[in-house]
C-alpha cells in the first residue's frame, strides 16, 4: 500500500526537519510576513519657526532713560558690560567684559586706528553679543544690521539692548546672579504667603 523507503545508502534522503523543502510559491512565508508586518515609519514634522518679535524701544529712543544714555556716552564699557553679562547670563562677569571692551578700543587708539566719533572700536566686539541677543529672544534683525548698527551708531545699539532686557524684567544694576536671587527669592515668598486652603466639614 505504501512505497517502502529506499534502502540504498547512496541515495540521499530528505532533512529530518519537520519543514518543506521548497514551496511551490515563488515568496516565501519569512518574505510575506516582512511585508505584511514590518515596521511602519511615520515622517515627524519639522517643529514651527517662532515668530519673530520687533525690539521693544526704537534704536533713537535714547530719550526715554537719560542715566543710562549720559553713562553710555561717556563711559559705553559700563553698559556693554552690563549687557554681556545678562545675555552670557553671569559668566563671565561685568566686570570682565567691560574690560576687554575696553581694551580692545584701546588697543585699536594705540595702532592709530582712530574712530571717528571717538567711542573705539568696542563695537567689533559688541555687535557679536547684539546677535546673540536676538538669538535669544527672537528679536527682529540679522547679522548685517547688526554690524551697520554698531559701527556707525555704537551708544544708540548699546542702549536699545540695555533697554530691552529692562523690558523683559532685568534689574542691570544687581547683574545676573542677582536676577536669580531676586526671581527665586520672589517665587519661595510666593509660597510662603499663599492663602491656605480651606477644607470641608468632616463627619
Not at 556707525?152 to 544694576?173: D, N, V, W
Amino acid at each position: 500500500m505504501y512505497e517502502a523507503a529506499s534502502s540504498d545508502p547512496r541515495k540521499p534522503s530528505a532533512p529530518a526537519t519537520g519543514f518543506p523543502v521548497s514551496y511551490s510559491t515563488s515568496t516565501t512565508e519569512a518574505e510575506v510576513y516582512s511585508y505584511s508586518y514590518g515596521p511602519v515609519v511615520v515622517p515627524v514634522p519639522p517643529p514651527h519657526p517662532k515668530p519673530i518679535v520687533e525690539w521693544s524701544t526704537g534704536l533713537c529712543d535714547c530719550f526715554s532713560d537719560w542715566g543710562n544714555s549720559c553713562m553710555t556716552f561717556w563711559c559705553p564699557c559700563v553698559t556693554f558690560g552690563r549687557v554681556a553679562e545678562i545675555v552670557d547670563r553671569g559668566s563671565p562677569s561685568c566686570v570682565t567684559s567691560g574690560a576687554l571692551y575696553s581694551v580692545i578700543s584701546a588697543i585699536f587708539f594705540v595702532i592709530g586706528v582712530r574712530w571717528w566719533c571717538g567711542w573705539g572700536w568696542g563695537w567689533v566686539y559688541s555687535c557679536f553679543y547684539r546677535s546673540y541677543m536676538r538669538q535669544q529672544y527672537d528679536l527682529r534683525g540679522n547679522a548685517c544690521t547688526d554690524c551697520l548698527i554698531h559701527f556707525f551708531c555704537e551708544p544708540c545699539a548699546l542702549c536699545q539692548e540695555y533697554r530691552e532686557l529692562q523690558f523683559r524684567g532685568f534689574h542691570m544694576t544687581i547683574g545676573w546672579h542677582g536676577n536669580v536671587e531676586q526671581r527665586s527669592r520672589g517665587v519661595a515668598m510666593t509660597v510662603a504667603t499663599a492663602p491656605p486652603v480651606e477644607q470641608g466639614m468632616n463627619r
